[in-house]
């Protein structure tokens, strides 16, 4: 890696497995200093371990307001600033719409919709402190299209798409930069919930005939992150073989 986000600091939601933990290596390697936040405890402080120098987990409920104040509050006195944040957390409960629970649907939104909102109003204050930042909120193609049996989480995926877009005018004036990453169908445990048919028809309707690797979506976010992307702000980037094409 180049080391283009040298010297600055990252927080990445979800981040000890999956997509968040790709994202976590792309940005450690790129020489960011990388705060790994998530519920799972066991596996976020093994994946700090691993990567050490410059890298501390943070046991942290994105649903839960209290816990992002102390979040960001901790990853700053931690590594002297925000300068990055990927809100990467989310869940998935497949049912159709007659058959999902109340629960359910409040419990996506607690994590996929209402997490994202707190975490760009709580990364503003140290992102404002340093003249700027950037914040990356990954969505999904499910946020562009409909898909059967997922009403509750294509509407929170949806929501980011929207709040991403006003978000990005709201901080413009902050030279805080917001944008969506939007993967197709990528090779981690959320696919589990699917039925193997449903995953192999996924591959079957994605034109490049594959499954995305976590790899590929943390090199989307280390694109919005560094320097290149300087003039983009409340873009969508699709990162799906073609699917929605």
Same mark, same amino acid.
């Given at each position: 890696m180049n080391g283009r986000l040298e010297g600055k600091v990252a927080l990445v939601t979800g981040g000890a497995r999956g997509i968040g933990a790709a994202i976590v290596r792309r940005l450690h390697?790129?020489?960011? /200093?990388?705060?790994?936040?998530?519920? =799972? &405890?066991?596996? *976020?402080?093994?994946?700090?371990?691993? =990567?050490?120098?410059?890298t501390a987990f943070f046991a942290h409920d994105v649903g839960d307001e209290a816990s992002w104040a102390g979040t960001v509050a901790a990853v700053t006195g931690a590594f002297g600033g925000l300068d990055l944040l990927v809100n990467n957390a989310g869940i998935f409960h497949p049912g159709q719409i007659a058959d999902t629970a109340a629960a359910d649907v409040e419990r996506q939104f607690r994590v996929n919709q209402l997490g994202v909102f707190l *975490?760009? /109003?709580?990364?503003?204050?140290?992102?404002? !402190?340093?003249?700027g930042g950037c914040i990356v909120n990954i969505s999904s193609i499910a946020g562009q299209l409909g898909f059967p049996n997922a009403a509750a989480y294509v509407g929170t995926k949806w929501a980011?798409? *929207?709040? &991403?877009? &006003? !978000?990005?005018?709201? =901080?413009?004036?902050?030279q805080i930069r917001v944008n969506s990453v939007h993967p197709g169908f990528i090779d981690t445990p959320m696919l589990d919930n699917n039925p193997p048919e449903a995953n192999q028809a996924g591959i079957e309707a994605t034109p490049l005939k594959r499954i995305g690797k976590p790899e590929e979506i943390a090199a989307a976010v280390a694109f919005l992150a560094g320097p290149d992307a300087a003039f983009v702000t409340g873009a969508e980037l699709t990162v799906d073989g073609g699917w929605i094409l």
């Open positions: 390697a790129e020489g960011a /200093k990388v705060a790994i936040a998530d519920v =799972l &405890t066991d596996e *976020g402080r093994a994946l700090a371990a691993e =990567l050490g120098a410059r *975490g760009m /109003k709580h990364a503003q204050a140290p992102m404002r !402190a340093a003249g980011v798409r *929207g709040m &991403t877009k &006003t !978000a990005a005018l709201e =901080l413009a004036p902050a």
